[in-house]
């Protein structure tokens, strides 16, 4: 089977994107940005059991910590998308980045979990949100027939980042206590500045006209480009809506492990090192996942999405088999599972994104990726929580892995439905509909009025010489 091969084009000039230069340089500023997004949401599991005993509260009341957090990332991305195309990337992600290292630095002083919401959750979250989906489909923007492996290459720092992050996560609450492990979180999440400064501000997906400060534009026309901003089109279009869809379901289930997972495992019976380790070593194979089907998606064997499907429905079996593999208290088995595990979630990662310029065009990818995460925010919200829940009324992780995998299985199931699912080929990417913008109509019509003024003046004028 073939890969029909996606035709991006660069910022108004009509040529194709280089798949090199500055755009591998923009891959080194998504790959420290995301392991300082990603990486550190998914490595705060070492907090969990802290806060719980800290605070001495269930498991479901701190679930809400790294809910709120990755609700919030996701809900303020069409923020994010909406500010890049109207104004400019690079001042939106160094904001994003000064954000989210406020955040987990006023979490170092927190007295309850309300505080804890506040700063972890919604400030911290707010910070992410305006710097993951700006630096992601800039990155795409830059890349043709690369793009998976570079979106690839950029994410294999979340992997990377897991296995450093939870051993040393580890270290710095044994050695400063979770406050001054957060501050120290926090001074490091300010390096995403650094990265959101590398971004050329011609170094953007193609967006709808900027805004000019100077112009007085009715409030009927103001609205009309902010939805264009937000693609808000794309939610009357079924293929966009069934793959939100199945985003969605997905990430009921995606970040439970990286949550619960160490908890589980100290639960089970391992040490606090061996349960952070196993984290770690998914995070390992977690590279190797993300670099591997990109280059492998690159080649053009198969289609994205079915590749898509496959490492989704790997990851939810392996995910309901985590808790089966650590019954009987074996170290290895559960280390196996979880080695699989990361391989296949790193992998499904990068498809996930690659899929998306297919499904609706490189021209409206920075306002539909925020949109998309806008909409999948609620299974990121409400899966973590899910899973301490059942853990609160069922005394283990069992039913919450196995509820999370089976989520994870309908989100494959729901994205067969497709349109053009089961062909060799992929549709030709739909493009951006054509709308009139009415301050420009409104302009045009007053030029030409004022022409057509200034030549009955001179004609009166002309007429009264004679």
Not at 103 to 132: D, K, N, R
Not at 213 to 233: I, N
Not at 444 to 450: I, S, T, V
Request: hydrophobic share 50%; glycine share 10%; aromatic share 12%.
């Amino acid at each position: 089977m073939t890969n029909s091969k996606l035709k991006s084009k660069s910022q108004g000039n009509g040529v194709e994107s280089p798949d090199g230069g500055w755009g591998w340089v923009l891959v080194v500023a998504m790959f420290v940005s995301t392991s300082l997004v990603f990486g550190l949401m998914r490595s705060l599991g070492v907090f969990f059991v802290e806060f719980v005993q800290y605070f001495e509260e269930n498991a479901q009341a701190i679930s809400w910590i790294s809910s709120i957090g990755l609700a919030a990332q996701q809900f303020f991305s069409p923020l994010g998308a909406a500010l890049c195309n109207a104004y400019n990337t690079r001042p939106v992600v160094m904001t994003g980045g000064f954000l989210s290292g406020l955040g987990l630095i006023l979490a170092s002083q927190a007295t309850c979990l309300v505080h804890l919401y506040l700063t972890m959750g919604v400030i911290s979250g707010l910070g992410w949100g305006l710097v993951f989906t700006p630096m992601v489909a800039t990155v795409m923007a830059n890349f043709t027939h690369r793009r998976a492996l570079a979106v690839g290459l950029g994410f294999s720092s979340i992997g990377l980042s897991s296995f450093a992050f939870n051993p040393l996560f580890q270290l710095l609450v044994e050695t400063y206590a979770w406050r001054g492990a957060l501050l120290i979180l926090g001074g490091l999440s300010l390096n995403i500045m650094a990265c959101g400064a590398l971004i050329r501000p011609e170094c953007r997906s193609k967006g709808p006209a900027k805004l000019d400060s100077q112009s007085r534009l009715p409030c009927s026309v103001m609205l009309q480009r902010v939805f264009s901003y937000l693609e808000v089109s794309l939610l009357c279009e079924r293929p966009y809506l069934t793959y939100t869809l199945g985003v969605t379901l997905f990430n009921f289930g995606y970040f439970v492990p990286y949550f619960h997972l160490v908890a589980h495992s100290r639960h089970v019976g391992f040490s606090e090192y061996g349960a952070a380790f196993i984290m770690s070593a998914a995070g390992v194979t977690d590279i190797f996942g993300r670099i591997v089907s990109g280059w492998f998606s690159d080649l053009g064997h198969f289609r994205v999405i079915h590749l898509l499907i496959l490492w989704t429905v790997l990851a939810g079996v392996f995910i309901m088999l985590l808790p089966v593999s650590s019954l009987m208290g074996s170290y290895s088995a559960l280390m196996v599972i979880s080695l699989l595990y990361g391989f296949c979630s790193g992998a499904l990662t990068s498809m996930v994104f690659a899929v998306v310029p297919m499904i609706m065009g490189v021209e409206r990818m920075m306002g539909g990726l925020g949109l998309l995460q806008l909409i999948e925010s609620c299974g990121g919200l409400l899966g973590t929580p899910l899973s301490g829940w059942l853990r609160d009324n069922t005394g283990n992780y069992v039913a919450s892995f196995m509820v999370a995998g089976s989520f994870v299985l309908l989100g494959s199931l729901t994205m067969t439905t497709l349109p053009h699912f089961f062909s060799c080929t992929d549709p030709p990417p739909p493009k951006r509909p054509v709308l009139i913008d009415n301050s420009d109509a409104l302009r045009l019509e007053l030029a030409q009025k004022n022409c057509c003024s200034s030549e009955m003046n001179h004609q009166a004028v002309e007429q009264t010489k004679r």
